[in-house]
């Protein structure tokens, strides 16, 4: 782990808190101003015309994106570390960076060398496994190179939704260094900000219209599209989106692609080191997820909106189709606000905010087990659960597991 695995782990509960500040203003039941663009992994929101931007980080929140174990002061005996063997609960707290101790060079080295023969047989792969593994290495150019003339359609929308990504980065940061520099901001610090690298100029030839034209029944351009002319308040374009995601009955949104095609080569007992790609894959998957996910349509269809009597019309049509379409905790969450709003009967997908709430600790505590006692065990765990929601959503696998909890246990 050292500074290495560490930083990893920095880098990865920082998108995780991007992502709740994204999550819980998409399911925002109350009017507010749509984003005017999604943000990348550790970034800052970008921030509506004459109005300070969203932080995603509070002040000095974040410093070198090196985040601690939790304090295991009080524990007693011992763990069983991967890769390592017996080490002292009190020892686990040891993280001096320049010394640091075996276990955690142990687990360094483990999660280096997997990682590399993750990449490598991603490399190795068909197309859409190939722009995986470049956006893996963090190499957006690399990726659109791979898809400018390709028909597979996965991959050429892992490839979009990256270059998507970081164009919103950009305009985001931008938007960040210009309110922080006002006298709005002043005596505020803000630490974690990532500059923008080389500009991928390959993502210019990429396109909504390139990604239909492969994917012509699928939802996904059009939710896209939403979210364009939310962003850009364009009441129009949103109508349109809307008319068009009506006649979509059964496409879904586009879920956790990157996470999807990494489960292709993975197996049912993932180590550490696959374990934390399978980490880094559903966080950038996570800040994918609004530009392609049915939690935009809340903000379509806030109350003001549907006064118009078109434009509830869409809505509905629209919502009355979600439930086979969703699959995330944020669009369970936002369909049982819609059918609130709209006056209509709960469907068994929908869920309130209370169920969603405890979802998501079930999942994380699952998930960061492994923080307090870095077992073999422990992190096999948290990547078979990221393997699974993958394939099953994450409604589907937290809705199996809590009956799998209640089921009766054999005597």
């Known amino acids: 782990?050292?500074?290495?695995?560490?930083?990893?782990?920095?880098?990865?509960?920082?998108?995780?808190?991007?992502?709740?500040?994204?999550?819980?203003?998409?399911?925002?039941?109350?009017?507010?101003?749509?984003?005017?663009?999604?943000?990348?992994?550790?970034?800052?929101?970008?921030?509506?015309?004459?109005?300070?931007?969203?932080?995603?980080?509070?002040?000095?929140?974040?410093?070198?994106?090196?985040?601690?174990?939790?304090?295991?002061?009080?524990?007693?005996?011992f763990v069983e570390v991967c890769g390592h063997g017996r080490v002292s609960r009190a020892e686990l707290e040891r993280l001096d960076e320049q010394t640091p101790p075996t276990w955690m060079q142990a687990i360094d080295?483990?999660?280096?060398?997997?990682?590399?023969?993750?990449?490598k047989r991603l490399e190795a792969g068909p197309t859409r496994q190939r722009v995986a593994a470049a956006l893996l290495n963090q190499d957006v150019q690399?990726?659109?190179?791979?898809?400018?003339?390709?028909?597979?359609?996965?991959?050429?929308?892992?490839?979009?939704?990256?270059?998507?990504?970081?164009?919103?980065?950009?305009?985001?940061?931008?938007?960040?260094?210009?309110?922080?520099?006002s006298p709005a901001a002043s005596g505020i610090k803000m630490s974690g900000l990532r500059e923008p690298g080389a500009l991928p100029t390959a993502c210019s030839a990429?396109?909504?219209?390139?990604?239909?034209?492969?994917?012509p029944g699928s939802a996904v351009p059009w939710l896209m599209?939403?979210?364009?002319?939310?962003?850009?308040?364009?009441?129009?374009?949103?109508?349109?989106?809307?008319?068009q995601l009506a006649q979509r009955p059964a496409a879904p949104s586009g879920g956790r692609l990157l996470s999807a095609t990494l489960a292709e080569i993975i197996d049912g007992e993932p180590g550490p080191g696959e374990s934390f790609v399978l980490s880094t894959a559903a966080a950038e998957d996570q800040m994918s997820k609004l530009d392609a996910s049915f939690s935009m349509v809340g903000?379509?269809?806030?109350?003001?909106?549907?006064?118009?009597?078109?434009?509830r019309q869409l809505c509905e049509q629209v919502v009355r189709l979600m439930p086979q379409r969703t699959r995330d905790i944020l669009e369970a969450r936002t369909l049982h606000a819609l059918e609130e709003r709209l006056g209509f009967a709960h469907s068994p997908q929908a869920m309130a905010k209370a169920e969603s709430e405890a979802l998501n600790k079930l999942m994380g505590e699952e998930s960061m087990a492994w923080m307090t006692e870095p077992t073999c065990a422990n992190f096999s765990r948290?990547?078979?659960?990221?393997?699974?929601?993958?394939?099953?959503?994450?409604?589907?696998?937290?809705?199996?597991?809590?009956?799998?909890?209640?089921?009766?246990?054999?005597?």
């Not at 080295?109 to 990449?119: D, G």
């Not at 400018?148 to 991959?155: C, F, I, K, R, V």
């Not at 599209?225 to 008319?243: H, I, K, M, V, W």
């Open 1 to 77: 782990m050292t500074k290495t695995g560490i930083a990893l782990l920095g880098a990865l509960l920082a998108a995780s808190v991007a992502w709740v500040v994204l999550r819980d203003g998409a399911a925002n039941s109350g009017p507010s101003k749509p984003p005017q663009a999604l943000t990348a992994t550790s970034a800052a929101a970008a921030a509506p015309v004459a109005a300070a931007p969203r932080l995603l980080f509070a002040p000095e929140a974040v410093s070198s994106g090196v985040s601690r174990l939790p304090s295991a002061e009080t524990a007693t005996g």
């Open 109 to 119: 080295s483990r999660v280096a060398a997997e990682r590399a023969s993750l990449i």
């Open 142 to 181: 690399a990726a659109a190179g791979l898809v400018a003339a390709t028909d597979d359609a996965a991959a050429y929308r892992l490839a979009l939704q990256a270059c998507r990504r970081d164009a919103s980065y950009r305009e985001g940061y931008a938007a960040q260094l210009a309110w922080l520099a």
């Open 206 to 215: 990429l396109s909504v219209e390139r990604l239909e034209s492969l994917e």
């Open 225 to 243: 599209r939403l979210n364009d002319s939310l962003g850009r308040r364009d009441e129009a374009g949103t109508s349109q989106a809307l008319y």
């Open 299 to 311: 903000r379509a269809c806030q109350v003001d909106a549907l006064k118009d009597a078109n434009r």
């Open 382 to 411: 948290s990547g078979r659960q990221l393997l699974a929601i993958s394939q099953q959503g994450e409604v589907g696998y937290l809705r199996n597991r809590l009956k799998a909890q209640a089921a009766p246990k054999p005597r």
